[in-house]
């Protein structure tokens, strides 16, 4: 079982930006997809963004395009989550999702493996 580890999370004012990451094991991260995803109160959890194994291709969710910036550093085992201009209903639980290989989803049920999800909240 892979386990991935948000981290970054936390309360930002309308306008401002924040960086989530996701930490995963090695021998899977560096040949994984990942993805964003986000779930706010009784909604359906949406796609935000995700990137191919080197980071090269990227894709975003409408909601966001423009706004928030995924990216991966492999030396790190990490993905990055750059949310700037943030707005309240940006206010979501953030998950960090992985799939191994090179084809690159996004919808929540192709992604194997899962972080627990941090907080974002943003304040009007």
């Known amino acids: 079982q892979v386990q991935l580890v948000e981290s970054g999370g936390g309360l930002v004012q309308t306008g401002g930006p924040l960086r989530c990451s996701c930490a995963?094991?090695?021998?899977?991260?560096?040949?994984?997809?990942m993805g964003w995803f986000r779930q706010a109160p009784g909604q359906d959890r949406e796609f935000v963004a995700a990137?191919?194994?080197?980071?090269?291709?990227?894709y975003y969710g409408d909601s966001v395009k423009g706004r928030f910036t995924i990216s991966r550093d492999n030396a790190k085992n990490t993905v990055y989550l750059q949310m700037n201009s943030l707005k309240p209903d940006d206010t979501a639980v953030y998950y960090c999702a992985g799939r191994w290989g090179r084809w690159v989803p996004t919808t929540r049920l192709e992604y194997t493996y899962w972080g627990q999800g941090t907080q974002v909240t943003v304040s009007s």
């Open positions: 995963a094991p090695g021998r899977t991260f560096r040949d994984s997809a």
């Open positions: 990137c191919n194994w080197s980071g090269g291709s990227t």
